[in-house]
């Protein structure tokens, strides 16, 4: 790990353990409000980051404890991008159902990846769907009333 004034990097593979996960979300959200990222920002980021390391974790990995979970986050001022990539055999990212219609609804499937696309500025898969990129920029501050 690095950590400069306007930049905090993170790269570390991880066992598929949860706890372990969450932990690495923490240090991220911790670098985010070192970065000066508040408010709806952190909250659209943080939602959207659990998505991605749980479903590497439970989806991907199966909770394999041979498995692992490669994280890699980068923050700047304005910009977040974080990578997860898992040993899993991947997942069809372009053709999940659409979690909101109305014989879908009571079906947990599909939500995660509609949570990471709407909170998100960029979502970006891999060929496979096992290595998603996540990309959030800073939003303007807000007007003064």
């Known amino acids: 790990m690095t950590s400069v004034q306007d930049h905090w990097s993170y790269d570390k593979l991880i066992p598929s353990d949860l706890d372990i996960g969450h932990a690495a979300i923490e240090e991220l959200m911790n670098a985010l409000g070192s970065?000066?990222?508040?408010?709806?920002?952190?909250f659209r980021i943080h939602m959207a980051i659990?998505?991605?390391?749980?479903?590497?974790?439970?989806h991907g990995n199966k909770r394999d404890a041979n498995k692992s979970v490669h994280i890699v986050f980068h923050v700047g001022t304005d910009k977040v991008t974080m990578s997860i990539k898992d040993q899993g055999a991947g997942f069809d990212h372009q053709n999940v159902a659409d979690p909101t219609?109305?014989?879908?609804?009571?079906?947990?499937?599909?939500?995660?990846?509609?949570?990471?696309?709407?909170?998100?500025?960029?979502?970006?898969y891999n060929e496979l769907g096992n290595h998603v990129t996540l990309v959030k920029f800073k939003s303007p501050p807000a007007e003064p009333e």
């Not at 970065?35 to 952190?42: M, N, V």
């Not at 659990?50 to 974790?57: D, M, T």
């Open 50 to 58: 659990e998505e991605a390391v749980v479903n590497a974790i439970e």
């Open 35 to 42: 970065a000066a990222w508040e408010g709806s920002d952190l």
């Open 101 to 124: 219609e109305d014989e879908r609804v009571d079906q947990p499937r599909g939500r995660g990846v509609m949570l990471m696309r709407e909170l998100m500025s960029e979502v970006h």
